[in-house]
């Protein structure tokens, strides 16, 4: 079974620029997460999305937005890309919203390891 | 504003020794504690949960402590292997679904 996956696996884009990060989360699963991790720091919560809406945002600026397809896959789109941007961002599933997060977790892709030149 | 703080970035211990990772909130309206396990390169793997109405929850080689009046939790694991290396992250868990990540320990087992 194909866990989280996720695409690019690298990217390297020049302040200003435009870029579009891909997730597909494991097969029955209907919630993706996004999270961004900075280079010694945990996690941070960016958005959540569940069929296809958007269930919760972290503190984010707009250049930053999301949205899931009818196959539960997600985009994560960042625009006017700043050196800042420079972080891994991954891509968790669930069945639900929380659902078997206590249980089992979220479960995370490799991510994407985005660099601002 | 809900935090949570993982104050040591890094430890080492030996092989067969008792690894101790600890982790402080702030919240005390969580619903739960995850722990997850980092290795480079790789996403977070989930490796054991605490409910907020648990003081202790135990999976093999790993127990996690809580202390809701600390405001504290702790992994321990016995013994500790090679393979254990990796970086640690406490993750606090409740109604928005979202989970809060600590900053992460960075663990080395030294055979």
């Known amino acids: 079974d194909a866990g989280v996956t996720q695409s690019p696996t690298h990217l390297i884009k020049t302040r200003g620029q435009h870029v579009t990060l891909r997730c597909s989360p494991i097969?029955?699963?209907?919630?993706v997460s996004w999270y961004q991790q900075v280079l010694g720091q945990g996690p941070q919560f960016i958005f959540q999305?569940?069929?296809?809406?958007?269930?919760g945002r972290g503190n984010f600026p707009d250049r930053f937005s999301a949205r899931q397809f009818p196959n539960y896959s997600s985009e994560l789109n960042v625009n006017a890309l700043l050196l800042g941007d420079s972080a891994l961002y991954l891509c968790?599933?669930?069945?639900?919203?929380?659902?078997?997060?206590?249980?089992?977790?979220?479960?995370f892709g490799s991510g994407t390891r985005l660099t601002v030149v | 504003d809900q935090q949570v703080k993982q104050n040591s970035p890094s430890l080492s211990v030996q092989e067969g020794r008792i690894s101790i990772l600890n982790c402080d909130y702030t919240?005390?309206?969580?619903?739960?504690f995850l722990w997850y396990k980092k290795y480079p390169a790789e996403g977070p793997t989930f490796l054991i949960s605490?409910?907020?109405?648990?003081d202790k929850n135990e999976d093999g080689r790993f127990t996690v402590f809580l202390n809701k009046s600390a405001k504290h939790l702790s992994l321990h694991i016995v013994p500790s292997q090679p393979g254990d290396s990796a970086v640690y992250f406490c993750?606090?868990?409740?109604?928005?679904?979202?989970?809060?990540f600590g900053t992460g320990t960075l663990l080395a087992v030294q055979p």
């Open positions: 605490i409910s907020s109405i648990k």
């Open positions: 968790a599933s669930s069945l639900a919203p929380g659902q078997g997060a206590y249980n089992y977790g979220y479960t």
């Open positions: 999305y569940y069929e296809k809406e958007e269930r």
């Open positions: 919240n005390s309206m969580f619903d739960y």
């Open positions: 993750a606090e868990g409740g109604a928005t679904n979202k989970l809060i």
């Open positions: 097969s029955g699963h209907k919630s």
